[in-house]
């Protein structure tokens, strides 16, 4: 397993757990539902690291679990998908639904084994790097929404109201709020 300070290339089809650069919380979902909005799965950024932090890079098709080359490197810019290890959802967003702590957009899980739809489509942006650069685990980054062009966010002082940790949103400004990085590769 490679840590955070490693240098080694990102992969398609390997877990991850994605650290929000901010707060050191990591990306993480579980089967709690968002009481308003959509009423998907809940998306959150948490401070003790568990199984519920693991999300594995795909392809932008949807047509299956791996729609990219197993081990192949992920380029900057590239359209990836997410999808939550133990739930097999996609990380999700769509237009229409607020956030419920800060009204900013909704990040939700989304999806069925895997396949879901074009708004689990996020547009990668390794910080300092040109397009098609592969992506390190040492390097931050910046996940656009496709649909909506709002960046996966996130920031201390709002908790979702089903399970009290901290919100993750999708964000129509850009902000050092935006950055992750790989902290663990699997």
């Known amino acids: ?65 791996f729609n990219c080359p197993i081990g192949a490197p992920v380029l900057n810019h590239s359209i990836i998908r997410l999808e939550h290890v133990l739930t097999y959802r996609n990380l999700h967003s769509h237009h229409g639904f607020k956030s419920p702590a800060t009204n900013q957009g909704e990040v939700t899980a989304f999806g069925e084994f895997g396949i879901g739809d074009a708004n689990d489509n996020w547009r990668l942006e390794v910080q300092g790097h040109h397009p098609g650069a592969p992506w390190r685990i040492n390097e931050q980054v910046k996940l656009i929404h496709v649909a909506t062009n709002h960046a996966l966010h996130s920031h201390n002082g709002h908790n979702t109201p089903g399970s009290d940790q901290q919100e993750v949103t999708a964000f129509g400004e850009r902000d050092a709020n935006d950055l992750w990085a790989i902290e663990v590769l699997g």
């Open 1 to 65: 397993m490679a840590h955070f300070g490693d240098h080694q290339l990102v992969r398609y089809g390997v877990p991850i757990k994605l650290v929000h650069i901010g707060t050191r919380k990591t990306l993480h979902s579980h089967l709690i539902n968002y009481p308003t909005g959509s009423h998907q799965q809940e998306v959150t950024c948490f401070h003790e690291r568990d199984d519920n932090d693991w999300w594995i890079i795909k392809g932008p098709d949807g047509n299956g679990r």
